[in-house]
Structures are given as structure tokens and as C-alpha cells.
């Protein structure tokens, strides 16, 4: 069983490691509006055909009404700023920026759940802070001339919303792949919403729904299905959600040798102070 364990987090690590590569090559086609719905609705039909095959659809009425604001935060709204971010950053700014929300939660949890905050967290925040800063100036403290605000702010709001998003989540006691699948099935309705009254929005064309659909499988379905695999069948659940640092440092190297973005050593050495502060902050 440990064994069937690390293979599901593996395969869940392969994919969200080609996602920021995947990103970018699909924004050259599709702009993010456009993204958001081809992915989503992509998304949804995988989650589906799990229920489907699981025989779970008599779990879906139940406490579906939550989904109204879990499905609004995730996938549309985080999906939303999370794409333009990408849009107008280079991957291997956007993608460890985007990875601070661990810190996040743990500071919410705080102000929303009542939970103690230790100065080892004050320490964790500032040495992911400190990787933020040099992921951010390229190593040049500097120089922040050459960097685009809105970008980063976008890449840093994305990480708030999940952050949101996964504490909201983690009130809500149905089973995950049912909240899963009505939490994309609502995004799906607020994306479409948002399209009909927004002047953004374009259909694409046939061909450039590829890379849409990449994301939508290899993003938003199946990793999580693998992951949640994983932890069921897990011996040690911490070791499994540990596995999962190693994502965006895998990530880099999609995005240096298919992007061909330059990954700067600044890039590497901001991202394991990111890490670095996650798992301080995590540990108890």
C-alpha cells in the first residue's frame, strides 16, 4: 500500500509540475478569459465522469448551497487572477509567488479559527517574505524597476483566494470528490455568468482549445484524484503532503527546457527560502 501511496503522489506531482509550463504555452492562444472556461468546463466533465463511476451522485444534494461560495473562489475567481498573473509574468516569477499560500493559511487560521500564533511563525513569514523579495528583484534589492507590479500582486492575490478557499474548505465534511465536482460545477456557472456580461470574451477557436483542456486535466482534475488516492492509501500522511514541495522546484526545469525561460539562481534561492519558511511554519 506505502508503495501504491508514493506512486498516486508522484503522478500528482508530475502533473502540477507541468502546469506552470502549460500555462504559458496556452496563453500564447488563448487569453485568460478564455483559459478559465475551456479549462473549468474541461474540469468539470473529469470530475463528473468520477461521481459518475464512483455511484456518488446521491451525495451531491447534500450541503450543495456551500458550494455557492467555495465554487465562486475556486475555480473562478482563483483561476481568474491566477491566469493573468501568468499572462504578464514569466512562469518562474508567478508560479513560487503563487506558492506562499501555505503561510497564508496558517495566519488566517489564527484571526478566523482562534488558533495560537507562535513567534516561529513571525520567523517563517519573514524568511518566505525574504524569498518573495529576491524571486522578485532577481537578486537585486536594488532594482524592482524592471518587475511588473500588477503581475506580482495578482501572483500574491491568487495565493490569498486558495488560502481562503482551503480554509473555507476544510469546514465543509463532504466527501471530497463530491465537493470537488459541485464546487467546479457552480465555478462553471459564475464563469459563463461572468462572460455573458463581460465584453472580454471570445470564443476560441477549435484548435487552440488544447492547451485549455491540458490544464483543465492535468490541473484541476486528475492530480487531485491522485492525491486524495494517496492519502487514503497512505501510512504517513505527512510524508505524502511533504512529497509536494518538490513541485515547483520540478517545475523550474519544465520551464527552463520547454518555456526556455532562463531560470536565474536568484529563482532557486528565493523559492527554497519560500519552502524553507512553509515547512518551519508547519512544523509543531
Known amino acids: 500500500m ?15 509540475s507541468t502546469v506552470a509550463t502549460a500555462f504559458k504555452i496556452a496563453l500564447r492562444y488563448l487569453n485568460h478569459y478564455q483559459l478559465l472556461f475551456v479549462s473549468t468546463l474541461t474540469a468539470v466533465i473529469i470530475q463528473f465522469l ?19 461560495l467555495l465554487g465562486f473562489l475556486n475555480p473562478f475567481l482563483y483561476y481568474l487572477v491566477l491566469f493573468k498573473a501568468y499572462s ?30 507562535r513567534p516561529i511563525n513571525f520567523l517563517a513569514l519573514s524568511i518566505s517574505f525574504g524569498g518573495v523579495l529576491i524571486i522578485t528583484s532577481y537578486g537585486n534589492f536594488l532594482n524592482f524597476q524592471n518587475i511588473n507590479i500588477l ?26 470528490e463530491v465537493k470537488l465536482f459541485t464546487n467546479f460545477l457552480f465555478g462553471l456557472v459564475y464563469v459563463i455568468f461572468f462572460f455573458l456580461i463581460s465584453k472580454n470574451f471570445s470564443f476560441p477557436k477549435f484548435n487552440y482549445f488544447l ?42 526545469i519544465f520551464i527552463n527546457f520547454v518555456l526556455r525561460e532562463k531560470v536565474y539562481f536568484s529563482t532557486l534561492i528565493g523559492l527554497f527560502l519560500i519552502i524553507l519558511g512553509i515547512i518551519i511554519q508547519s512544523e509543531r
Do not use: H
Open 2 to 16: 506505502a508503495k501504491k501511496a508514493y506512486f498516486y503522489a508522484f503522478l500528482t506531482i508530475f502533473c502540477w
Open 151 to 176: 503581475g506580482v500582486i495578482l501572483a500574491l492575490s491568487s495565493s490569498v483566494v486558495w488560502a481562503t478557499y482551503w480554509l473555507l474548505n476544510l469546514q465543509d465534511k463532504r466527501k471530497e
Open 88 to 117: 504578464i509574468l514569466p512562469a518562474q516569477l508567478a508560479q513560487p509567488l503563487n506558492f506562499t499560500w501555505p503561510i497564508i493559511l496558517t495566519f488566517f487560521t489564527a484571526i478566523f479559527l482562534k488558533e495560537k500564533i
Open 211 to 252: 492547451g485549455g483542456i491540458y490544464v483543465g486535466i492535468f490541473e484541476m482534475g486528475l492530480p487531485f484524484f491522485f492525491f486524495l488516492k494517496a492519502l487514503k492509501i497512505a501510512e504517513n500522511k505527512a510524508k505524502i503532503n511533504n512529497l509536494i514541495y518538490l513541485t515547483p522546484f520540478l517545475s523550474l
Open 50 to 68: 468520477f461521481i459518475f463511476f464512483q455511484n456518488n451522485f446521491s451525495l451531491i444534494k447534500k450541503g450543495i448551497n456551500k458550494s455557492f
